[in-house]
């Protein structure tokens, strides 16, 4: 079966600017996750989407950050503007079920450099 | 709240010895435990996980994990390990109980280096 897909894999970008990432995942899979992992730490979740609904978006910086997955398959995530402190790689994971435990998939992330 | 701490940020082994990344948590209820692998620029991949039933697990890779309720531990353990082990590992925690039921706490990882 085909992995998690996101793009861009790289993406440089001055502070103050926007950016939005975008994430396919395995077909099937009804549970979205957005995760933010910087440099020396574990992944940090973001959001997470069961369908096209939020499950989670308390740990999202709402006031610069916003994720949509509009029709229940694809997402992206957008910053709006970026601050020094987003640099990181933000990685996308689904899951089959996770009330039963199913594992998340992860796809290779998008590494976001502010300058 | 659930949580998970690595203690050890790097360990280092020989080619061909035993492993061990380590791992322990705090949850409310009965956790329920994974491990993810990383290598470089790539996400993270499932390596085994622990719900319910025997406290050792068996994953992929020839990986495995027990569990040890008295000691609140995780740990990740190979018979004999591997250069192409070598990768950044996670330990994770779900909580049943807590509030965001749903959601995984990663550690902070333990970058494993296995030496030729």
């Known amino acids: 079966e085909a992995g998690v897909a996101q793009s861009p894999r790289y993406k440089i970008i001055e502070k103050r600017q926007s950016v939005a990432f975008w994430c396919n995942p395995i077909?099937?899979?009804?549970?979205l996750y957005w995760y933010q992992q910087i440099l020396g730490q574990g992944p940090k979740l973001l959001i997470q989407f069961q369908n096209n609904g939020v499950v989670d978006d308390s740990q999202l910086p709402k006031d610069r950050f916003s994720a949509e997955r509009l029709k229940g398959v694809d997402s992206t995530l957008k910053i709006q503007p970026a601050k020094l402190e987003d640099s990181a790689v933000y990685l996308c994971?689904?899951?089959?079920?996770?009330?039963?435990?199913?594992?998340?998939?992860f796809g290779d992330g998008t590494r976001l450099s502010i300058l | 709240a659930q949580s998970v701490a690595q203690p050890e940020d790097q360990v280092n082994v020989a080619e061909g010895n035993p492993l061990t990344v380590k791992c322990t948590y705090s949850v409310s209820g009965n956790p329920y435990l994974f491990w993810y692998v990383q290598y470089p620029n790539r996400g993270l991949q499932f390596l085994l996980k622990y719900i319910t039933g025997d406290n050792l697990v068996k994953g992929s890779y020839g990986f495995e994990a027990e569990f040890n309720k008295s000691q609140t531990s995780f740990h990740l353990k190979k018979p004999s390990a591997l250069v192409s082990d070598s990768a950044l590992y996670f330990c994770?925690?779900?909580?049943?109980?807590?509030?965001?039921?749903?959601?995984?706490?990663f550690g902070s990882g333990t970058q494993l280096t296995v030496l030729p």
């Open positions: 994971a689904s899951s089959l079920d996770p009330g039963r435990n199913q594992p998340q998939h």
């Open positions: 077909s099937g899979h009804a549970t």
């Open positions: 994770a925690v779900r909580d049943p109980l807590s509030g965001s039921a749903r959601q995984l706490t």
